[in-house]
C-alpha cells in the first residue's frame, strides 16, 4: 500500500528521535544482542534500544505497535533456548540502564526493583538489613528477566522458584498500556493471577519493567557440606529420602564425575571425581545442626563418604561459585567448543531411573554431556559440549535432547524444569501440553493481538 | 430467529437425555444452588445437574454451549462473594458426585483427585500414609472449589494457599474440550502458568474436574498454644514479630474479643474473653519447641498471659474445630441474623494499624463484627452479622466494608486475601485493580468467547 515504504523507513526515525543515541544499529550490538548463552546461533534485530524508564519503554512499545515491528525484552542476555533471538527483526529492547532498587520494606519483607537490576546488585544492596533474595541461576541475571523466564536455582528446593517470589511486577502492555500486577499483600484473591501469567511469559505478552519481591531472612546459621558417593544411584538415593523424610535441605544439588572434573579444573578444587552432592542448611544453630546430622546419617547409608563441611562464609562462596560456574567450566573442557544446556525435571520417586537411564544414553552416544542437578525438585541438566558447526554432533544431540524429554515425559515430568521454551525447544512443548496451545495462542492473541511481543516463541500464532 | 423457540425449549431436554434424573429443575434444589454460605440472595439456575465424569461435564458444557447457556460449578457451595449466583441462569453444574482420590503417590507427595473430593475427606484418605493437605478454609470445601477460589486458611503462613499446592488441573473448557495442565513435577516452566491462571479464576474461564496436589509430612511434633493480650495492638504486634523473626509459625490465629466471646459460646470453652492468638508449631521435637519458646518470649513482651497449652490431638482437634467454627459462632451472636463475611490482607508492617482503624470504625458504625484473621500473612475478616431485610444496617454494612477496602488499599494491601470476588467484590476490584480489568476482559472472552462460564463474575465483559 502507497506510504507502507515511507513508514517502514520511519520507525526507527522515530525511535531515533525518542531515544538519541540509546539506539544502535552497529552489527556488532545488535549480534550480541540477539544471541544467548547457548548454542542457538545470532539472530540479529534491526536495532537496539536502552529504556530508562517505564514509560519510555511505553512509547518504545508503541512507536512498534504503530509500525507492526517485533520488541524483544533483553535482560543480561543470559538466557537458554534463544530467548532473545529476534526471529523476525524488530528491536532488541535492553533494560539493563533501568537498574535501580526502588524500595526495602525490611520490616514486610518485600522489595522493589527495576527490570535490570541483577540478583547479586540487589543482595549487595540488602546486604545490611539482615535479608537476602534467595533465587539463583547460574548467571548473575537481571531480575526482570528472571521473572520473565521464571528462573530458578539452587535454592529453590526451600524457598521456591520466581514463581513464588514475584509479589507483583509493572508490565508494559502491547498497546503500550502500563500495568501494575499483584500489590505487597502477602497473598490476594483479587481476580486472575496476571503475576503469574507474566511469571515465565518470556516477553511475549508484554515487558516487564519493575518487579516486587518477597525477601527471606539471613538464617542465624548456614552450614554447607560436599559428599562424594560411589554410584550416581547412591547420590540420587541420597536425595529423593531427604526430601521424602521432610528434610527442610535448603540446597542439595548433584553433580556427576564428569562435571566433578570440570569444577575441579575450572575452580581449581580437589574434589574426588566421583558423583557428588553439595548441601547448604539454612536454620537456627540447632536446627541446621539437626537437619546435617539427618542428612549426614541419609548420605552415610547410600555409601557417602568424605563428607567435608564448609561452615567459614568464604569457604561457602568458593564452594557455591563453583557451582554456579559448572555450566562455564563444562564447556571449559573443550576448549573452542559451545554449551547446550537443556533441563527436565520429574517426580523424585523417578528421578534415580530418569538420571540413570540418561546416563546410559549418553555414554552409548559418546557426547560430552555432563550432569548437574537440582535434584531435590527431581530437576537435572544435562550440557552437550559441541561444536555447532559440526552437523552430525548437533544431529547426535538434538536426537538425545529429544529421547532425554521423552523419558521424561514418560515419567510424568516435564520438558523444562526451568530454562523455559523459547524457541529451542517448543515442539518439545507441543508434546507435553499439546492439548494446551489452542489456549496459550488464545491468551497470546487476545493481549498481543498485532503478535509484536518476542513472536515466536513458547507458542506459534497466526501472522496477523 | 425462527428454530430460537425450539432450541430455548431444547436445551434443557438435551441435558435430561443426557442425565437422567440427575437432571433436577425442583424449586428447592434450584435456590440451594443459586446460594451460598454469605449474605446474598438465591439466585437459582434454570436447572441443577450432576456430574459423574470429566468426559460428562464436557458434554454438558458443549450442550450449553450450543444454546449459549450459562455453566456455573458447583462443589459444596461454601464460598462466600456470591460465586455460584446464577445471575444469568443456566445450569449449576454440581460436582459432589465426582468424590474420587485417584491417586496417592506417598513416595512424591502428591496425589489426584476429583473435584468434588472435600479437603477432610482427602486428609481422612491418606491418614495413614503420615501424609497430610494443610489448606484449611473454615468449611469443609471440595478441593476443585478450593481449586477455583484460590482458597487459603489457617496454615497459608507455612504452608502456602491453594496457588502453591495445586500442581495440576484437569479442566473442561468453554467450548467443551478437556485439557490437562501443569503435571507432577515439582517445577515447570513449560509454557504459560495455565495451572494459577485457572487457580483462582472462580468457574469463569472453564470447569476443573480434577486437581493434583502437594501434601506434606505430618511434622514429627505438633503444639499448639493460646495466648491472651490485654490489648489488640498487643496480639497484633506479636503476630508481626513473629514474622520478622523468621519463626516458620504453622498457624498463627487471632480473634478479637468478640469473637472469643461467640467461641466460647458455640463451643462451650472457657477462654478470657480478650484478644486472643492461636499458634501452632510442626518441626522435630527440638525445633517445635525452640519455635514455641521464641513465640512466648515475644508474646510475653507484649502484654501476653494465660499461655494454654495443647499437646493432646483431641485437645488440639478441639481447638483447632472451634477457630474453623468462628463464623457460624459470629452468626451465632443473633439468633436469626445472616452473616457478611468479607476480607482484606495488607503488607504486615501496616497490619496493626489496619485492625485498629478498623475496630474503631465498626465500634463507631455500631454493627456487630467480630474479627478474626490468618494474621501471619496480614490478613483479616470481619463478619458483619446483619439482617439482610434490614436495609439501612446492610448499607451501614457495605459503606463498613468499602471503608475497609480503601483502607487496605490506602496501606498497599488488596481487597479480598481469600474469598475472591464472585459479583460482590467487583467494583472493589475495579478500585484495586482498575487497570488490569482490560486484560482480565480479553483473557476471559479469548477463553470464553460466549460469556457462558459463570457470568457476570470478577470482570464485566461485553454480552455476545
Redesign the interface.
Known amino acids: 500500500m502507497a506510504g507502507e515504504t515511507a513508514l517502514e523507513a520511519n520507525w526507527l526515525d522515530e525511535l531515533g528521535a525518542l531515544l538519541g543515541d540509546r539506539l544502535s544499529t552497529s552489527q556488532a550490538l545488535r549480534e550480541q544482542h540477539g544471541r544467548d548463552e547457548s548454542y542457538h546461533p545470532a539472530h540479529a534485530p534491526d536495532a537496539v534500544v536502552f529504556a530508562t524508564s517505564t514509560e519510555e519503554v511505553a512509547e518504545i512499545v508503541r512507536i512498534c505497535a504503530r509500525h507492526r515491528k517485533p520488541v524483544i525484552p533483553f535482560g543480561t542476555g543470559t538466557s537458554l533456548e534463544g530467548h532473545v533471538a529476534a526471529l523476525s527483526g524488530g528491536v532488541s529492547l535492553d533494560l539493563s540502564r533501568m537498574n535501580e532498587v526502588l524500595e526495602v ?1 525490611a ?4 522489595c522493589k526493583v527495576q527490570a535490570g537490576v541483577t540478583r547479586k546488585q540487589l543482595n549487595d544492596y540488602i546486604r545490611d538489613t539482615g535479608l537476602f533474595f534467595p533465587i539463583d541461576p547460574g548467571a548473575d541475571a537481571s531480575l526482570g528477566g528472571m521473572a520473565a ?2 528462573a ?1 536455582g539452587t535454592n ?1 528446593v526451600r524457598y ?2 520466581m ?2 517470589n514475584v509479589l507483583g511486577l509493572t508490565v508494559v ?1 502491547a498497546d503500550g ?5 499483584g ?12 503475576t ?2 507474566m ?3 518470556e516477553g511475549t ?1 508484554g515487558v516487564i519493567t519493575e518487579v516486587r519481591l518477597r525477601l ?2 539471613i ?1 542465624e546459621a548456614v552450614s554447607s557440606a560436599v559428599c562424594a558417593f560411589p554410584t550416581l544411584e547412591g547420590a540420587v538415593d541420597t536425595a ?1 529420602m531427604v ?4 528434610i527442610p535441605v535448603a540446597r542439595m544439588e548433584l553433580l556427576d564425575e564428569v562435571q566433578m572434573d570440570a569444577v575441579n579444573r575450572n575452580s581449581k578444587l580437589d574434589y574426588p571425581v566421583q558423583p557428588t552432592i553439595f548441601f547448604e542448611f539454612h ?2 544453630e ?2 541446621a545442626r ?1 537437619q546435617a546430622e539427618m542428612t549426614g546419617e541419609i548420605a552415610r547409608d547410600n555409601g557417602g563418604t568424605d563428607f567435608r563441611w564448609a561452615t567459614r562464609p568464604e569457604e561457602r562462596g568458593k564452594l557455591w561459585q563453583a557451582r554456579h560456574d559448572a555450566f562455564y567450566a563444562a564447556i571449559g573442557l573443550r576448549p573452542g567448543a559451545k554449551g547446550w544446556p537443556t533441563d527436565v ?5 523417578r528421578l534415580a531411573e530418569c538420571v540413570l537411564e540418561t546416563k546410559r544414553d549418553i555414554e552409548e552416544t559418546g557426547l560430552l554431556a555432563p550432569i548437574v542437578g537440582h535434584v531435590g ?3 537435572f541438566h544435562l550440557v552437550f559440549v559441541v561444536d555447532p558447526d559440526d552437523k552430525a554432533e548437533m544431529e547426535k544431540a538434538a536426537a538425545l535432547n529429544d529421547r532425554l524429554v521423552e523419558r ?1 515425559l514418560r515419567m ?10 523459547g524457541y529451542g ?1 517448543m515442539h518439545l ?1 507441543e508434546q ?2 499439546g ?2 496451545l ?3 495462542a ?2 497470546k ?3 498481543d493481538p498485532l503478535n509484536i511481543m518476542n513472536p515466536g516463541k ?2 506459534r500464532v497466526d501472522a496477523n
Chains 1, 2 share one sequence.
Open positions: 520494606n520490616e514486610d519483607l518485600d523466564t521464571g530458578s529453590a521456591g522458584t514463581r513464588e502492555m498500556s502500563v500495568v501494575h500486577t500489590g505487597r499483600a502477602r497473598k490476594s484473591s483479587a481476580g486472575y493471577d496476571l503469574r501469567l511469571v515465565g511469559s505478552l527471606h531472612g538464617p529423593m526430601i521424602q523424610s521432610g536454620g537456627t540447632a536446627s539437626e525435571c520429574v517426580p523424585i520417586s525438585d527431581g530437576n521424561a510424568e515430568g516435564t520438558c523444562t524444569g526451568e530454562h523455559g521454551i525447544k512443548l507435553e501440553h492439548d494446551l489452542p489456549a496459550m488464545a491468551i492473541r487476545a493481549l513458547i507458542v
